[in-house]
């Protein structure tokens, strides 16, 4: 059995909230799986009031960052004294309650606000079968996630501002094992066309870069890093600020507004390229151990002690992007994206590269056209 949970009109003048009377039902059992990034405290102690047995699994990170004052405080302490019920996964954002007989999946967050204000959709489970999918689901999370480090929560808390935020901008993190999803759009031939013949040259030159570069696998993994760059900020092909180039016929360059954001240098060493923020966290050693480095020139209105740097390491593109090390890689590309509204150097923008991040089916073409024709030449 599934019913559907949404507001009728009747909410609109203090009418009982349908997902707080879903949520109840389900938690009222003496084992009670979570799954939401956005817990309010005090809601979390009327729902877990009489169950037994109880896990969270959360992305400690946003839940700490979104609440601010005596509710910061009171996670804070829920956490350290429940690190065996609570694990962190970063960027988890499914909403899930979870008992041996019901189960409540939906938008709504874990808040008074999101049960009670918002129009939000969900679905509760009765069916056996469902709920055992959902709980095999919840455990394999479980598995592949870990308890709260204590000493880099109280680091991470102190890095935050007193104000509670959506936009986390911290040196600090905290550590997790989980894995994140990286997955693709469905291949769907018709959503992708070859290029335009004046696109051969450019293409050329494409194909070209790529066969320097030691394998398929290093030249998905740097694309893969140009998506998360355009989809994290929902960059268009025609966005002024952004480009997309290929420069001195051996490498990849992608700028925003005024400086380069990431690079790809098949040639010789293969290497990556990576602006980064002046804080992010364990700079000095990040700049120390880079295989090159530069320094960026201050720009006008910019203070000198914040100008990001310039940093390459040689292997797969995608190697060093621990958690910390990409908070540091977006700050940086967002204080760019903020900077001006059109990049000078529109002119070298090249859209085949744009399309190699975006755009799955073309990229598997150039690929396997690329690495054939390497195949068989060796």
């Given at each position: ?25 389900t938690a009222n059992s003496d084992t ?114 870990s308890a709260v480090n204590i000493d ?13 935020t959506t936009r986390l901008r911290t ?208």
């Amino acid at each position: 059995m599934a019913q559907l949970i949404y507001h009728p009109k009747g909410s609109y003048d203090r009418g009982e909230s349908p997902f707080d009377k879903a949520i109840r039902e389900t938690a009222n059992s003496d084992t009670v799986w979570l799954v939401c990034p956005y817990i309010s405290p005090s809601y979390l102690r009327t729902i877990l009031s009489d169950t037994g047995e109880w896990r969270i699994i959360t992305d400690v990170e946003a839940w700490v960052g979104t609440f601010g004052g005596s509710s910061r405080q009171e996670i804070q302490e829920l956490v350290e004294a429940n690190q065996e019920r609570i694990h962190h996964f970063p960027d988890v954002h499914a909403k899930v309650i979870l008992s041996d007989s019901s189960a409540v999946v939906g938008s709504a967050n874990l808040t008074e606000k999101g049960v009670t204000g918002r129009t939000e959709m969900g679905i509760q489970f009765e069916d056996q079968n469902v709920i055992e999918e959902l709980q095999d689901w919840f455990l394999r999370l479980w598995s592949e996630s870990s308890a709260v480090n204590i000493d880099e929560l109280q680091k991470y808390l102190h890095s935050l501002s007193a104000l509670p935020t959506t936009r986390l901008r911290t040196t600090a993190s905290v550590s997790s094992d989980a894995p994140r999803v990286n997955a693709s759009f469905v291949m769907d031939e018709s959503q992708s066309v070859g290029p335009e013949p004046d696109d051969d040259d450019a293409r050329e030159a494409l194909v070209n870069i790529l066969e320097l570069a030691p394998s398929q696998e290093w030249a998905e993994s740097f694309f893969d890093l140009l998506a998360d760059v355009i989809f994290t900020w929902e960059l268009e092909n025609e966005d002024s600020r952004l480009v997309t180039s290929i420069t001195r016929g051996d490498r990849i360059a992608v700028s925003i507004n005024n400086r380069y954001v990431l690079g790809a240098f098949p040639a010789n060493e293969p290497a990556a390229g990576f602006i980064i923020e002046d804080d992010t966290e364990n700079v000095e050693k990040l700049i120390e151990t880079a295989d090159e480095y530069m320094a960026f020139k201050t720009l006008s209105g910019e203070s000198a002690d914040k100008t990001p740097h310039w940093v390459e390491y040689s292997g797969y593109p995608k190697r060093m992007l621990d958690r910390s090390f990409r908070r540091g890689w977006m700050n940086a590309i967002s204080d760019e994206l903020d900077r001006a509204s059109g990049s000078p150097y529109q002119k070298y923008h090249e859209p085949l590269v744009y399309r190699m991040a975006v755009d799955e089916i073309y990229r598997k073409q150039i690929l396997e056209e690329t690495y054939n024709k390497s195949d068989s030449l060796g």
